[in-house]
Nanobody
Framework: QVQLVESGGGSVQAGASLRLSCETS?????MGWFRQVSGKEREGVAL???????SYSDSVKGRFTISQDNARNNLYLQMNSLKPEDTAIYYC???????????????????WGQGTQVTVSS
């Protein structure tokens, strides 16, 4: 069982930065951040594997950075140069420990946090 609790959302102006945090418990070989706008499908934002390999959606590449602390107890998403289109509920997620060792967008994630709202105004 992996438990996830996000924090760090808020309301900012376009161009500002925010850092989201996700306190994690339990092991997973792949963790990530997703976001969802009301009425739209949830989309992958950034992933990080156990070996440190990261991947990003094209819409955030170069602006967002995913990272973990050394103990892998906390997952972070540093968001810079925020745009109004980044407004969404952001979720932390983890793959099941026994899932196939693939850390890619579009593959199933078993555990989800409760979400944190990020609002970017122009």
């Amino acid at each position: 069982q992996v438990q996830l609790v996000e924090s760090g959302g808020g309301s900012v102006q376009a161009g500002a930065s925010l850092r989201l945090s996700c306190e994690t418990s339990g092991y997973s070989h792949c963790m990530g951040w997703f976001r969802q706008v009301s009425g739209k499908e949830r989309e992958g934002v950034a992933l990080i594997a156990t070996d440190g390999t990261t991947s990003y959606s094209d819409s955030v590449k170069g602006r967002f950075t995913i990272s973990q602390d050394n103990a892998r107890n906390n997952l972070y998403l540093q968001m810079n140069s925020l745009k109004p289109e980044d407004t969404a509920i952001y979720y932390c997620a983890a793959k099941h420990p026994f899932a196939a060792p693939i850390c890619e967008m579009g593959t199933p994630f078993a555990y989800w946090g409760q979400g944190t709202q990020v609002t970017v105004s122009s």
